[in-house]
């Protein structure tokens, strides 16, 4: 699970609209979120570990609902593509990846994921953070997409082991930045197979 941000790296978003795709990872489907998922996602928030780590502000159904709002917003303006994550088991949430697109040609995009409490060590995190890396790489390299960064904090140790199975290497310590970021960070990095 990711979600950090720090006054010294901030992602610039994109504001060209994106067309929502669908993807596929072995027995996953990656697609958007979509409004009849607010009931599911607002029971998945009830982990601690995903209050803790994913930080959306996923209280009830209601609140569930707006986010999954914005994240289809985010598909309108191109800014956040944010992926629902199934198992082919269960037609259901079981994750959550956004590839977060950057203004500048030169900059890095950035990921970000979580996984359902009862899907974590199954390997979904990884497999879904690693295809849509990969369709990001394939579908932004007219634009110059050949990093894409995944940030967190330095004591969700579960991240550095996701960031690793997924191909991102540890590339640098961002500074705690309180109240929202009270620990020190990790940036792994992840270049495009053309630029690697």
Do not use: I
């Amino acid at each position: 699970m990711t979600a950090r941000r720090s006054g010294a790296y901030a992602c610039l978003v994109h504001t060209t609209p994106t067309t929502p795709v669908r993807l596929t990872a072995g027995s996953l489907t990656l697609r958007p979120w979509a409004p009849e998922d607010a009931a599911v996602l607002a029971g998945l928030y009830e982990d601690e570990a995903m209050r803790r780590w994913a930080g959306a502000p996923v209280h009830d159904e209601p609140s569930a609902a707006r986010w999954v709002a914005e994240q289809h917003r985010g598909w309108e303006t191109g800014e956040r593509l944010a992926f629902a994550v199934e198992e082919a088991s269960d037609a259901r949430p079981v994750g959550h990846v956004v590839l977060k697109r950057p203004v500048a040609s030169a900059a890095p995009a950035e990921v970000g994921y979580w996984t359902a409490a009862h899907a974590r060590g199954r390997g979904v995190a990884p497999r879904a953070l690693a295809a849509v890396a990969d369709w990001a790489f394939a579908a932004f390299a007219r634009e110059g997409l050949t990093r894409l960064d995944l940030l967190h904090q330095v004591d969700n140790t579960a991240s550095c082991r996701v960031a690793e199975k997924s191909g991102f290497t540890l590339s640098g310590l961002l500074p705690a930045a309180p109240p929202d970021f009270p620990l020190d960070g990790h940036r792994h990095t992840r270049q495009a197979p053309s630029s690697a």
